[in-house]
């Protein structure tokens, strides 16, 4: 099935710098979310996004549905040693599909 | 944390064997699906459910089978695993199907030599 072009892979950043990653596709979406997963644990989600241009945080997160219905962003400020982990993207249409990225490994090194 | 609880958490068996595993919630909610997470592929959809006795195939069906009698509980059976079939295996609930997110359980780690 379509995936969602994820980036970056994977991410190396000391503790107290933002981080930014994206997903993004060739079609058109209806719904962006954002999850996180640690080790051993399933993933959490972090943010839900339902409208084109949508700004949304969570904290030191924040998250933005692209304007083209395209993309969708995720920041993390400041990050911490507990921002460890893989981060996912879902987009969903209004045909019932819905596609998950293959993530961006975050480490944060103290 | 959403009520969702897998079982078993670990399991090692051999190849060929029956596999069962299960996946109960708490939320009531009508949309119940299983995926499989491997490096490199991130999470794929098994099969899903959207009421009892109502399932559809997702992108990687083909050794699976699946079911649902009750509104709580989703069953995913390998009927004769093979060693491809090595994964952790998450099931996810949601309220609704695309519009509504889905919310993980904690996975089972299957491995099967």
């Known amino acids: 099935g379509q995936q969602l072009n994820q980036s970056p892979q994977s991410m190396f950043i000391q503790e107290g710098e933002d981080v930014s990653m994206n997903c993004t596709s060739s079609s058109i979406f209806n719904t962006w979310l954002w999850y996180k997963q640690e080790p051993g644990e399933g993933p959490v989600l972090l943010i839900a996004?339902?409208?084109?241009?949508e700004l949304t945080s969570n904290g030191r997160l924040t998250a933005q549905f692209g304007i083209t219905r395209k993309d969708s962003f995720l920041n993390i400020s400041a990050s911490i040693p507990s921002d460890v982990g893989i981060y996912f993207c879902?987009?969903?249409?209004?045909?019932?599909?819905?596609?998950f990225g293959t993530g961006t490994s975050l480490t944060v090194i103290p | 944390d959403a009520g969702i609880t897998q079982s078993p958490r670990h399991k090692v068996t051999e190849t060929g064997t029956p596999v069962t595993l299960r996946c109960h919630q708490t939320e009531n909610h009508r949309y119940m699906y299983w995926y499989r997470q491997d490096p490199g592929h991130g999470l794929r959809l098994i099969h899903y459910s959207y009421g009892v006795k109502d399932t559809d195939k997702g992108e990687v069906s083909d050794g699976y089978s699946v079911s649902r009698s009750k509104t709580e509980d989703f069953l995913l059976t390998l009927e004769s695993a093979t060693s491809s079939q090595t994964s952790v295996y998450f099931c996810?609930?949601?309220?609704?199907?695309?519009?509504?997110?889905?919310?993980f359980g904690d996975g089972t780690r299957l491995s099967i030599l």
């Open positions: 996810a609930i949601s309220k609704g199907q695309v519009d509504q997110p889905q919310h």
């Open positions: 996004l339902y409208k084109a241009g």
């Open positions: 879902r987009s969903a249409n209004t045909g019932n599909q819905f596609y």
